[in-house]
């Protein structure tokens, strides 16, 4: 713990000044590379692993896959497959890549395409899925065995124009299966808020029905799971009842990761108001965290628990973070622009938080704190969740 400490404060005093002075898409490719590269030395592998070490009392089990904790790095850091070895070592209990679409894609035109958000440590994030496609990053991904599980984020192709729900779910179809025997769950990315389309595609039933229907098609098919933004108001019991229905049908649908995004920047942010209008595209990071728990706690009741798993992602920074998310139903959950604020050292700092807070409350272990803070029976009176000082 006190290691992990030691870094993130070395992190952000040494380190994050240096890198924050530099253009953010150079510096997200920079550091890509980086890990990439530095992913191919075993010795450094093997004392990373060491040092990120995560306690059995964080092992989930979902859908059917074992995660060695329940903290996942979120789609987007990695695009394209390259850095899953390093990543892997980082304390990170599964990697999601992507998003990938089924061709190669340059993502939005014009520069700059994502802005930090400083005094929020959040970013905003215009970068429109850039990706090498998805028979490249197959190929790529084949080549590695991780010790956690591999999700794949699928998304369909960026062309600069609004493609049809009917031709995004066929690509999406092809896709899928360019990833069996390679990723051990997949995600289908439903609601990127700075493709051409906007939001949601298939926020109509019978849409995201036929895009089930395409995946379908394949044998041997991984968990997927939906990440999704629901439409209106997305803690609606009728909005969430819909998506329910819809995906009832499909058994390989084993879950969501609801997209939440901050739904009043001007009030909630303290990035001034000229500087938010001067930037576009999806806000991440700690803001995000009451929209997304709010959302949470309206969905953990109303899905079939024995059928479905909600992955909690958005602002997620600190252990007491995670935990509360997990609290309110959340079986995994991810973060990213937590390592862009606090440097790779939070992962390991959110593991040994989490532990110390299982502890606290008399849980074994994770799985047992799932929910427990919204109507799920734990078998004693855990703490109530209390929103906390950030
Ligand atoms: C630089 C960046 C790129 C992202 N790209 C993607 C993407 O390609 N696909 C996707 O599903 N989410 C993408 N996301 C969203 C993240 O997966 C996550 O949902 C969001 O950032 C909220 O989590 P955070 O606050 O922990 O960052 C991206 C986020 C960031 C910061």
């Known amino acids: 713990m006190q290691f992990a400490i030691a870094l993130m404060e070395f992190y952000r005093w040494a380190i994050r000044p240096i890198l924050f002075r530099l253009d953010p898409e150079w510096i997200h490719r920079?550091?890509?590379?980086?890990?990439?590269?530095?992913?191919?030395?075993?010795?450094?592998?093997?004392a990373l692993e060491r040092f990120?070490?995560?306690?059995?009392?964080?092992?989930?089990?979902?859908?059917?896959?074992?995660?060695p904790a329940p903290v996942g790095l979120a789609a987007g850091f990695d695009k394209n497959g390259e850095a899953v070895d390093l990543m892997s070592r980082l304390g990170f209990g599964f990697i999601e890549v992507g998003s990938v679409s089924e061709h190669p894609s340059a993502g939005n035109p014009g520069r700059p395409r994502i802005w930090r958000l400083t005094a929020d440590e959040g970013l905003r994030v215009h970068y429109g899925c850039p990706n090498d496609g998805a028979v490249t990053v197959a190929g790529r991904l084949r080549a590695h065995r991780l010790a956690v599980p591999l999700g794949v984020n699928l998304v369909e192709t960026n062309t600069g124009t609004v493609t049809s729900p009917e031709h995004a779910a066929d690509e999406l179809g092809v896709a899928v299966g360019r990833f069996i025997g390679i990723a051990d769950y997949i995600v289908l990315n439903l609601s990127c808020p700075n493709m051409p389309r906007g939001g949601g595609l298939f926020d109509a039933p019978v849409k995201l029905a036929y895009l089930l229907q395409a995946c379908a098609r394949h044998d041997g098919l991984p968990p997927v799971f939906l990440k999704l933004t629901p439409s209106g108001d997305p803690g609606n019991p009728r909005v969430i009842d819909a998506?329910?229905?819809?995906?009832?049908?499909?058994?390989?649908?084993?879950?969501?990761?609801?997209?939440?995004?901050?739904?009043?920047?001007?009030?909630?942010?303290?990035?001034?108001?000229?500087?938010?209008?001067?930037?576009?595209g999806g806000i991440t990071g700690p803001s995000l965290l009451e929209p997304t728990k709010a959302v949470i706690r309206a969905w953990y009741p109303r899905i079939d628990r024995t059928r479905h798993a909600l992955i909690g992602v958005g602002g997620i920074a600190r252990a007491e973070d995670a935990y509360e998310m997990?609290?309110?139903?959340?079986?995994?959950?991810?973060?990213?622009?937590?390592?862009?604020?606090?440097?790779?050292?939070?992962?390991?700092?959110?593991?040994?938080?989490?532990?110390?807070?299982?502890?606290?409350?008399g849980f074994r272990d994770i799985g047992e704190a799932v929910g427990t803070g919204n109507?799920?029976?734990?078998?004693?009176?855990?703490?109530?969740?209390?929103?906390?000082?950030r």
């Not at 739904?263 to 001067?278: Q, Y």
């Not at 973060?335 to 807070?357: E, S």
């Not at 109507?375 to 000082?389: D, K, L, N, Q, Y």
């Open 52 to 67: 990120a070490a995560v306690d059995p009392q964080l092992r989930a089990r979902v859908a059917g896959l074992d995660f």
């Open 243 to 280: 998506i329910l229905e819809a995906v009832d049908p499909f058994g390989f649908v084993k879950g969501f990761i609801l997209n939440i995004p901050n739904p009043r920047p001007h009030a909630t942010l303290r990035t001034s108001a000229a500087e938010i209008d001067r930037t576009r």
């Open 375 to 389: 109507g799920r029976r734990a078998i004693f009176e855990p703490a109530p969740i209390v929103a906390t000082e």
């Open 30 to 46: 920079a550091t890509v590379v980086a890990c990439r590269t530095l992913g191919r030395s075993k010795v450094f592998l093997s």
């Open 326 to 361: 997990i609290r309110l139903g959340a079986s995994l959950v991810q973060l990213c622009t937590a390592l862009v604020y606090r440097g790779p050292g939070v992962v390991k700092r959110i593991n040994d938080g989490l532990c110390r807070l299982l502890e606290r409350d």
